[in-house]
């Protein structure tokens, strides 16, 4: 299984080179077939190497390989190692699965574009970037994955470079992802010099003994901070909103199906580390609570539909840190595979919305569509349903999961509980809000105006066959799993991370009622004001503010960071290097003219006098040096 | 008898003769350099592959009596690490002269025979064994630096060139009466001879005249204009080769020989380059012009470099060896890149530039890629010298990682600015539509640079595991580091995980 684990990531990253090494001499439409079929590769050497490792005892399914010692320095060594096991190729499947589907639907979406080509090698790179994190066998392999879709998702933001907000979106992103690789990093740090090395079974034993210690907790702090920034939770959180000025497509790979998702793939990683400092783990669950209400919130006021999906993605992925900060693994990983399916849909068919209205995002101005857009209506009704937790749909089984286990977690458990529950009826209300909005009602002026039909051209059916198949995805994914009665998912996962907390069938049959009552309450609230408009939204105007105003973070980092680093910067510049540093040397060079014309009569012009001037300098020097020895 | 380290430093030297002696026409005395500079690239990658890793001591030994009363030998040889810089000694160079060869130079013959001299007397620095021989070949190298920049620079040159010289004198100077004193009172000159000393005038001495050329905070007065003033493909060679020189000296000589004052003074220098660190960042994210942002970000990477030296364990010194390869690479590559778009645009201001990556696929993808790799993205190589380094100084304490951490946050911040403001956004009004992408000759010389930066991304190891012989700490020891306290376990010292700890060492004046 290891060749297949290879192939899985070397496809896509020779896709990636060679269309950027082949420039011009291939099609625009050539470069997305072979991206296309890069990521099918990768796909398939997934599912290899899944069906290898079902061959296999449950106890012996994990593979370490190393291919070369990649950075050494005395007896520290880390090698180009890779890790295939459960948790890797559970998220190779899902990395490459969807993203192959994603990124055939780019083959239709991007039709037309002049950088097609561009755009298709940095979704190859990604799609290697991503298996590499997933796959990678050590702590620091694990942190270079991490920079390498950091640094794709920051090509990809910016792929429309002209746009300024595009650019800076993703410096915006790049920066943010920067502060949590160097928590990382510092995290690292404290791990070789307690045990000299980045091993992951030799830091998890690390910590297992040093349970509870100050370095435990500060290792795990460190890993936190680079799981909150990737995955956009609380306080790093600020840059998602405006990662959605890349293309859609790139919003559906990865900021909602993918890359986002890389901080609970951590966390559940590093469990043994998060174990052994309990409080980081409780303030992980914590982050996420508050991050999946925050993020509920502020999707009420958006009005760009891309806007609030990349809201809920940021409330969703607060549910899996909920569920893998509190213990329960295999719930969060479900929801995170759930998540990509029901996420990816709803992007993609927001996608063709935004397509078929002429780049239209704004939702005020769409309306009516199911007329015109009949099947993707159906599919967006599907990706919001299971969204909002409704049964038969796949969100509904994965969540469910996750508040059955909070229910299990002790007191700490039961509040997260209800705040979850809170967050249901939230999601249920911002889903069905948008569905109401750009779906219902009579068409607008503006879609009347614009829209026109999917036909039965390519980029068409490249687009439709996708979102078909994602459709279906979202409806069925979460079938794999059903508390109480079967769990495969849970027993494949077991050996790398066990949970800490088995939910009793009371406790599944509880989460799921109220979960489920309080989502449809939250659609029904949506639909009362968006669609019959029986109700209107109460003005409430600071309350309004704060949420339009995402509770005013970007404002305060802003304050706190960005601009006390620039007036720092320019202090620096005019208060010390103009004057002190550039400065003293001017006025020695002022004072070395002033005595020059006063020495000139030194100057004999007999070079026989100079030597014996410089050698006599040098001599007392050495002798000063002899002296004060 | 090894010819190869005296080759590698003469042949150079005697291209440079060639090109000034015989009036060649204007064409060819150019190629005729840029071929010696193949050529010596040719002999180094021999050298790389007869280069015994494994081995204890000097590699490509030779030695000759000089003035055999003082002790004084033509001595010279490889260690490793100074196998390393060598090759980006002689890389950077070949592509500095295939650039001021495509750009077009006034007085051809003058100044490639200079950029040949320049090379030859670098390597010399790294190859020297002798404190007089490498006394001579440091001024060597400063001396057709003051004639390349004060000569061929742009507008400011002539400030830019007093300010170096003063700056540069000063410290050479120091550095002549310490390396007199050393030599006397050791009875030899011989570095691998010589023992230690615990004399901290002596260690200031030498300190100074590195911290200048490399430069160090705050004494890098000199390095904005120069930097600037200079013509890009000299910049790339002060910025990416000749700083090296400087913090090999720290290395080959302040380390080895004076391991009781470094002790003293590692606070001092630490927080000198840390300071460095975040103040170059701090400039580069506010510069008004890509040199700045390039010049800056050297101080801040010469900062870094210093940390890693002075972090007094395996994991620093490795990361800074590393590091100051990978540094040479990406300034020189960044600096003719920087020159590549003011041949365009007719500035460097950022504010009058953008929108070159649209129809410039070759210009956006370079740019990308090296200013990727100079923000130390994880998995590059610059990243894995970073990392060593800071893995290596957060066992000083941890609050040097800290700072470098930042640093690391910083860097991004300043290279994103870099390449968007050229990339990015819509053509600035220096930006005329005709502008053309990178030339194929352009391509010949950037590409080989930015390949060794992916090529060490994809192995950092191939450096860190050869810079100081194989693996233990004990083994460094034979390679000439006797003097290194923190190196021998019977001074005491205490081998603690990655590093070794020596918290008291002292040795007889």
């Known amino acids: 299984m290891t060749p297949a684990a290879w192939l899985c990531l070397l496809s896509p990253l020779g896709a990636s080179v060679l269309i950027t090494l082949a420039g011009t001499r291939i099609s625009r439409r050539a470069a997305g077939y072979l991206a296309t079929a890069s990521v099918a590769v990768s796909f398939v050497a997934a599912v290899v190497a899944f069906v290898a490792v079902l061959g296999r005892e449950s106890e012996n399914r994990s593979d370490l390989t190393t291919a070369w010692t990649w950075l050494s320095a005395g007896n520290f060594e880390v090698g180009l190692t890779l890790l295939v096991d459960p948790l890797s190729i559970f998220m190779m499947l899902v990395v490459s699965g969807v993203g192959s589907l994603i990124v055939g639907y780019s083959i239709g979406y991007m039709d037309g574009d002049d950088e097609e080509r561009r755009y298709f090698a940095y979704m190859a790179l990604f799609v290697f970037s991503m298996p590499l994190l997933v796959e990678g066998g050590n702590f620091l392999l694990l942190l270079v994955g991490w920079g390498l879709v950091g640094l794709c998702s920051y090509l990809l933001i910016g792929y429309h470079h002209d746009r300024p907000s595009a650019v800076a979106a993703a410096k915006k992103a790049f920066i943010m992802n920067a502060f949590g690789d160097a928590t990382m990093a510092l995290a690292f740090f404290l791990l070789i010099q307690r045990i000299g090395s980045l091993e992951f079974a030799a830091g998890f034993d690390w910590a297992e003994g040093a349970e509870g210690s100050w370095a435990v907790n500060l290792v795990a702090l460190g890993l936190l901070g680079g799981a909150v920034a990737k995955s956009a939770q609380v306080p790093l959180q600020t840059w998602l909103p405006d990662a959605m000025e890349g293309p859609t497509p790139v919003s559906a790979l990865i900021h909602a199906a993918t890359m986002v998702t890389a901080g609970v793939y951590l966390l559940v990683r590093t469990a043994p580390v998060f174990e052994a400092a309990p409080h980081v783990q409780d303030l992980a669950a914590g982050l996420g609570a508050f991050t999946l209400v925050l993020a509920g919130l502020i999707a009420l006021v958006q009005v760009d539909i891309k806007r609030v999906i990349a809201y809920s993605t940021m409330s969703q992925i607060g549910y899996m840190f909920l569920g893998a900060g509190l213990g329960a693994y295999a719930n969060a990983m479900f929801h995170l595979m759930t998540h990509a399916f029901f996420k990816a849909l709803l992007f993609l068919a927001a996608g063709i919305v935004i397509h078929a209205l002429a780049g239209e995002q704004d939702m005020r101005r769409m309306g009516g569509l199911r007329r015109v857009l009949p099947r993707t209506w159906l599919a967006f009704l599907v990706g919001s349903l299971a969204l909002s937790g409704i049964p038969p749909f796949s969100g509904f089984f994965s969540k469910d999961a996750i508040l059955a286990s909070a229910l299990d977690a002790g007191w700490y458990g039961q509040l997260l509980f209800a705040v979850g529950l809170a967050g249901a009826f939230l999601t249920g209300l911002y889903t069905f809000r948008m569905v109401f909005l750009v779906f219902g009602g009579e068409q607008s002026a503006y879609a009347r105006e614009h829209v026109h039909r999917p036909d039965r051209s390519e980029p068409w059916v490249w687009m439709g066959v996708t979102v078909g198949v994602l459709t279906v995805g979202a409806v069925v994914a979460g079938w794999i799993q059903i508390a109480g009665i079967w769990h495969p998912l849970a027993d494949f996962l077991h050996p790398v991370a066990e949970p800490l907390v088995e939910p009793s069938g009371t406790q599944d049959a509880i989460a799921s009622l109220l979960a489920v009552g309080l989502g449809l309450a939250g659609i029904w609230l949506a639909w009362l004001v968006y669609a019959d408009r029986r109700m209107t939204v109460p003005a409430a105007r600071p309350l309004r503010a704060l949420l339009e105003h995402k509770f005013y973070f970007d404002e305060a980092y802003d304050w706190l960071f960005y601009k006390p680093g620039v007036w720092l910067a320019r202090g620096l510049a005019a208060l010390v290097e103009r004057p002190v540093v550039g400065g003293s040397l001017t006025g020695i060079g002022i004072g070395a003219r002033r005595a020059g014309g006063e020495v000139a009569e030194a100057q004999t012009g007999l070079v026989r006098t100079y030597a014996l001037v410089i050698a006599a300098g040098v001599a007392t020097l050495a002798l000063v040096f002899v002296w004060v020895r | ?509």
Request: aromatic share 12%; charged share 10%; hydrophobic share 55%.
């Open chain 2, 1 to 509: 008898m090894d010819w190869l380290a005296t080759i590698l430093v003469f042949l150079p030297v005697a291209g440079a003769l060639v090109v000034w002696l015989f009036p060649w026409p204007r064409q060819s005395a150019g190629a005729l350099a840029l071929l010696v500079a193949l050529a010596e690239v040719g002999v180094w990658i021999n050298a790389l592959i007869r280069f015994d890793f494994g081995a204890q001591g000097l590699e490509f030994e030779q030695r000759t009596e000089w003035f055999s009363d003082l002790e004084v030998s033509y001595h010279v040889g490889f260690f490793g690490y100074s196998l390393w810089l060598t090759g980006l000694t002689v890389v950077v160079l070949a592509a500095a002269i295939g650039y001021g060869l495509w750009s077009g130079r006034d007085r051809p013959r003058a100044y490639y025979g200079l950029m040949l001299f320049l090379t030859g007397a670098v390597v010399g620095v790294f190859a020297a064994q002798d404190l007089l021989l490498f006394y001579v070949f440091w001024e060597a190298m400063l001396i057709p630096l003051y004639v390349l920049i004060g000569v061929w620079g742009g507008a400011g040159r002539l400030g830019a060139t007093i300010k170096f010289v003063i700056y540069t004198m000063a410290g050479s100077l120091l550095m002549l009466a310490a390396v007199i004193v050393f030599g006397l009172s050791q009875n030899t000159f011989d570095l691998v001879d010589s023992g230690r000393s615990g004399s901290a005038w002596l260690f200031l001495g030498f300190a100074a005249a590195f911290a200048v050329k490399a430069p160090l905070f705050p004494l890098h007065g000199w390095l904005p204009d120069a930097y600037r003033e200079s013509s890009p493909e000299v910049a790339a060679v002060l910025s990416g080769v000749v700083s090296k020189a400087a913090v090999y000296g720290f290395l080959r000589i302040a380390l080895e020989k004076f391991p009781g004052p470094v002790d003293d003074f590692r606070n001092l220098i630490l927080v000198l380059a840390a300071a460095g660190l975040v103040y170059g960042s701090l400039l580069a994210f506010r510069a008004p012009d890509l040199r700045g942002i390039v010049a800056y970000s050297s101080l801040a990477q010469l900062g870094l470099i210093t940390l890693g030296l002075f972090a007094g364990n395996q994991a620093g010194l490795d990361g800074a060896v590393l590091q100051m390869v990978n540094h040479g690479l990406v300034s020189a590559a960044l600096f003719m890149l920087a020159g590549g778009i003011e041949r365009r645009a007719a500035t460097g201001e950022l504010g009058r530039l953008g929108g070159m990556a649209r129809g410039r696929p070759a210009l956006a993808t370079l740019v990308m890629a090296t200013g990727i790799i100079a923000l130390a993205v994880p998995g590059a190589t610059t990243f894995a010298g970073e990392f060593l380094i800071l893995a290596g100084v957060f066992r000083q304490g941890w609050g040097w990682a800290v700072v470098g951490a930042a640093g690391i946050v910083l860097a991004a911040m300043y290279m994103l600015r870099f390449i968007s403001a050229v990339l990015h956004q819509e053509p600035g009004p220096a930006v005329s539509e005709d502008a053309l992408d990178l030339r194929p000759a352009e391509l010949g010389i950037l590409v080989p640079l930015v390949g060794c930066l992916l090529a060490l991304s994809v192995w950092p190891a191939a450096i860190t595991d050869r810079s100081f012989s194989p693996g233990a700490t004990e083994r460094l020891e034979a390679a000439g580091w006797t003097g290194y306290a923190p190196i021998t376990a019977n001074d005491g010292c205490v081998q603690r995980g990655l590093g070794i700890s020596c918290p008291e060492i002292r040795t007889a004046p």
